[in-house]
């Protein structure tokens, strides 16, 4: 995968959680995991690199919390557009 995507479960038109994917080799798994934040979860690779942000409370991480995060792991910020979901309801 080269590009992020983020994928939204909801539960009675609540985002219940979230995952940010981020561009990994493909069928590489999670091997370790770092707290990021309120909310925010990093997933990294077998590689070290991070594959993932899972987002456990849609309803309190905002646009600017995710894209600290893709900052400080060295990765290019998303737009608020493709981060709509998470509060769409």
């Known amino acids: 995968m080269k590009e992020p995507y983020l994928e939204v479960t ?28 309120q909310g925010l979860i990093i997933d990294f690779g077998e590689s070290g690199n991070p594959i993932g942000i899972e987002i456990t409370a849609p309803s309190n991480v905002t646009s600017d919390d995710i ?15 493709e981060l709509a979901p998470l509060h769409a309801a």
């Open 10 to 37: 909801f539960r009675h038109g609540q985002p219940l959680a979230a995952y940010l994917y981020l561009p990994r080799q493909q069928g590489e798994k999670s091997r370790k995991t770092a707290k990021a934040g």
């Open 67 to 81: 894209n600290c995060v893709l900052v400080k792991l060295g990765l290019s910020r998303i737009s608020n557009e």
